[in-house]
Every structure is written in C-alpha cells, then in structure tokens.
C-alpha cells in the first residue's frame, strides 16, 4: 500500500518537471521542432512539346528569308469622276413639256434630252422685234441728217447724234438676238419652245425633272452627265496603315462581279481629313473603265508599297491551321517537336507552295516541311 502512494506521488511529482522543461525548449525556439515539412515541386508538361519515336521520318528545312514588298488590301467604292461630270442647265425658265432621256440612259453630246416652254422666249421675241423697229428708225434717221448735212441744212452735231442712235440700236438688235440663240431659238422663227441639249457624251448619272416639272434658269440642274470611261475609287484607309498609301503608287482592283478580272489604277488623292469614329482617311484611285465597272460597285484594292521588307518563306505545308490560328513544328532535344504559334502571311504569287511567315519564326530556324502529317501521327 505503502508503495503504491510513493509512485503516486514521484508521478505528480514528475508531471510539472516535463512541462517545464517542454516551455524552455519552446522559449528557446528549437528550429527543428518549427520546420515545416519540405514541399514536394512537380514539373508541368509543356503542352506543345511532343516525343516522337521516329523522328526521321519528319523532314525538316530551314526557313528562308526573302524581301518583299508589303501590300495593303482595303475594300472601296466605285464614283464618278466630278470632273468629268457635267450638270445639264436650262438658261430658260418655264414648264417642261417632253422628257427624251432617263437615269442611266448613255448619250450623245448634242442629243435632246429636255423641252421647255418658255415666256423668256416670247419675251426674248418681244425685244428682238422691238430692237429691228429701233434700228430701222435709227438708220433712216441717221441717213436723212447725213444727207441734210452734206447738203448743208443741219450742222455736224446733229449728224453724230443721228449716227449715235444708230449705233445703239445696232447693239440693242444683235444683243436681243444672240439672247434668242442662246435660248436656242431661231431671231427670224417665232418659237416658244426651248430644247436642252447634252453638253457631253456619257451616262446620266442623276435626274431632276420629270414631265410637266417648272424648270428655272440657271437653278436646279435636270440632269447630270457622267463621262464614265474613268471613275474613282474611294477607298477607307485606317490611319495606322496610311505610311503605306502615297500619291502616285499602284493598286490592284479586284470586284465580285468580275473576279477574275484586275484593274490597275493610280493613287491621285490621300484625304487630309480624318473620320474622327472610325480613324480612317479617304484615299482615291484613279481606274480606267472598260465599260464593266457600275457606280456603287464595292471592290476591294490592294496596294503595294515602295520599300522592300525582310519575311520568313517556309513551305506552306509546313504552317498548320488550327482554331483560326497558325502554328509550325520545330525539332527539339531528345527526339522531340515543339509547336510554336506564328502568324502567316499570303502564299507567294509566284509560288504557291510557299507561304510568308510574319512573325513567330526566324529566317534560318529549321521547321518541319509537312506539319499536318506530323499532328497526325502524334494525335495517335
């Protein structure tokens, strides 16, 4: 019994030795008791970084270098050239009676295209008749003081009075009759009517009247003719691209309509004037037409710029499409390709096999000529 209570008490004895002993060592910051555990690093694998057993069997070359120019491809618009069109004006006042032409209709220069009737030309006659009675009054008085003053019955001042009054009606008569022609009319031919005649040949290109419409001199033009054999292009170019735009390069112009056919033109303008929505200028071309190309028509222009850069050509077998995107394969150490993101250019117009690389691959980096036979295999 007796021994039993002396390991009772050694026991309670113990216990706040060991809890003392326990504070010390955390006092004294044992750093073994306060390392964590060692972290454990496992390494990614590179999703483009494939193994393939056979790596032989994937030819690969190197990239080239090649310099080309650098090309600019916009869409555009088909206009007329304002210079070479011409509105058609009535100098004559009055209701239209006959209407001989139509939007879109090809005419003449000298064709009838309008007819008016007009009070200016029954007032134009009014004059003109008035200016023959004056004249002839004016040279019968001036022959009477001409012959009384040789004859010595008047003196020499009333004989230039006489003479003066002549002569005005002489320039009253032939300005009233040049004003009738002008209206288009006969001096010696009573007529009311006036006809408007084209002023060029080409394709009436607007209209303003219609049968029975007033007309007023010099107002609203009827018609507008367009000479068509050369047209504009009028093309919206961003403003980061306008280095690569300058008065005098040459475009190519291609349609929809006509797709295998290619229209060469001249930059004539570049606009000084910016869209401030849309950050782009205005560039005209100057194109010939052959006949095909319609006011309106969209087309899409591509310019090519003076200056020579450097690009990468590889095969264009070996540019993988994917998800909208572009990749190429590289070797890699230990039996392995890497698929390396690029962005590709167009295929080169005298080679279709090759195609330019813009970015992503150095000249000189070797690649894998066939890069859809090599996803292949490693899809497997």
Known sequence: MKSEDVKVSFLLFLAPLLLFAGACSRAHGDPAAEAPPPAKVITAMDANLFTAEHPEQFPVMAAVARATAPELVVTGVVN????????????????????YARLGDTVKKGQVLLR??????????????????????????????????????????????????????????????EHLRLLGNDPGTLNTMVDIHAPITGVI???????????????????????????????????????????????????????????KGTVSNIGAILDPNI???????????????RLGMFVKATFHGQTTEMHTIVPASAVLHMHDR??????????????????????????????????GLAPGQQVVTNALVLDHVLAQ
């Open 80 to 99: 007329a050239d304002i210079a070479r069109s011409v509105p058609v004006i009535s100098l004559a006042s009055g209701r239209v009676v006959g209407v």
């Open 116 to 177: 008016v009737r007009s009070d200016d030309v029954a007032g134009g006659f009014s004059d003109y008749r008035k200016a023959v009675a004056d004249e002839a009054l004016a040279r019968d008085q001036f022959e009477r003081a001409k012959d009384l003053y040789e004859h010595g019955a008047t003196a020499k001042a009333d004989l230039e009075i006489a003479q003066d009054a002549e002569d005005k009606a002489k320039v009253d008569l032939e300005t009233t009759a």
């Open 205 to 263: 290109t607007d209209q303003q009247v219609t049968n029975a419409a007033g007309v007023q001199a010099l107002g609203t033009s009827p018609f507008t003719i367009s000479d068509l054999s050369w047209v504009w292009v009028v093309c919206d170019v961003y403003e980061n691209d306008l280095p690569h735009v300058r008065i005098g390069d040459t475009a190519e112009i291609t349609t929809n309509a006509y797709p295998d056919r290619m229209f």
């Open 279 to 293: 950050r782009t200028a205005k560039v005209r071309i100057e194109v010939q037409n052959p006949g095909i190309l």
């Open 326 to 359: 572009d990749f190429v394969f590289v070797p890699a150490p230990e039996n392995r390709f890497r698929r390396v993101e690029v962005v590709a250019g167009e295929l080169l117009p005298d080679d279709v096999n090759q195609q330019e690389i813009r970015s």
